[in-house]
C-alpha cells in the first residue's frame, strides 16, 4: 500500500491511499484503502490520514477516523492520535498496521504497530523519512 | 501555513532488502510531488490534492511498493487493485476498487470526484467508466511483477502444505493476523 496526506499554504488538507491488497486475496476482495474513515480521511477542520496494514483490521476498526476523533474531540495532537489509535486497534483486534496524519494546525502524526512501516515527508525544505521505530534520518530536499 | 507532503510506502515486514528501495521510491515521489505545494512560476497555486494524486502515482509505478505496477496477487494470479483521494477542503472523495490492468487507480478515483455524482464505483463498471475517461488498459497482467509472482507462489505452496496438515481456513487466516507475513500486510 502507498498513501499521501499534504496540507498547502491555504490550510487544505488531502489524502490519498492505493494498494494491491494482499497476496492470496479472494476475488473481490476490498481492503481498507477505498474505504473513507478506514484507509483514507480529510477535513480541513481536523487533519488528513492515510493507513496501512491488515486491510480487514483497519476496515472493522475505522482506523482512520478513529484517529480523526481523537484529534477533534480530544484535542490530541496528531502523533498522540495516530499512536493511540494504532496501538488499540492491535490491542483490540490483534491485526497490525500503521497511519500517516497531518493535523489541521501542521503537526504530524506517524505510527505503526507492525514490525516496520516505511514512511517520509517534506517540509521546510528538508526530506524526514524511516522505516524502524527508532530511526529518523533527514536530508535536503 | 507551511506546505508539508508526508507519504507512506506501506507496512509489514519490509526486508533489508526492500527498505532502501521504499525509502528511494518515497524520496522521489516527495521530489515530484512537493512541487505542487510551493508557488513557483510554472505553478501558480499551491494544492494538496495534486500533491498527493501525484506523490501516489509515483509510486505506484514503482515495483517497490505494493500499489499500481507491483501489485500483490489475488488467488488467481492476478492483479486487482483499489484507491482513494479526498479533498479535505469541501469533504469530496472519489474511490475505486476491482480495477484490474490500470496503473493509476488513484487518478481514477479523483475523475470518480470530479466528473460522478457519486463516490465509489467497483468492478467491471469502473472498469469501463476508466476506459471511457481515456485512462489507458494495458495488455493483461502488464502490472504483475516477477517478484510478486514469486511471493504469490510461495503463498500458494504454504497454503498446500498447510491444507496437507489438516488445518482448517480459518485457523489460517487468524494465524495470519497475530504476525506480519513474509509479504507484507496490504
Redesign the interface.
Known sequence: ????????????????????????????????????GC???????V??V?A??????IMRFNLAQKIMAKIHYECKTAQAATEEACKEMTKR??????????GSN?Q?G?Y?T???????????GE?C?G?DHDKTFKEP? | IKPILLVHGGAGGISDTLAPRKVDGMKQALRVAVKHLLVTKDISKSSALDAVEAAVRIMECDESFNAGYGSCLNIAGKVEVEASIMDGSELRAGCVALLHDIIHPVSVARCIMHKTRHVFLAGEAAQKFAFNQGYEQLAENSLVTESAQMTWQKHQERHVRCSDMAFTRSEIDVGSIKKDPPEGSG
Not at chain 1, 5 to 30: F, H, P, Q, W, Y
Not at chain 1, 52 to 57: A, I, K, L, Q, V
Not at chain 1, 114 to 122: F, I, L
Request: glycine share 20%; net charge neutral.
Open positions: 500500500t502507498v498513501g499521501a496526506v499534504a496540507i498547502d499554504i491555504e490550510g487544505n488538507i488531502a489524502a490519498a491511499t492505493s494498494t494491491g491488497g494482499i497476496t492470496g486475496k479472494m476475488l473481490g476482495r476490498i481492503g481498507d484503502s477505498s474505504l473513507l484507509g483514507t480521511y480529510a477535513d480541513n477542520l487533519g488528513g492515510s496501512t496494514g491488515h486491510g480487514e483490521t483486534l490483534l491485526g497490525t498496521g500503521g497511519a500517516i496524519t497531518i501542521g504530524l506517524v505503526w507492525t514490525r516496520r512501516m516505511a514512511w517520509a515527508y517534506v517540509k521546510n526530506i523519512y522505516v530536499l
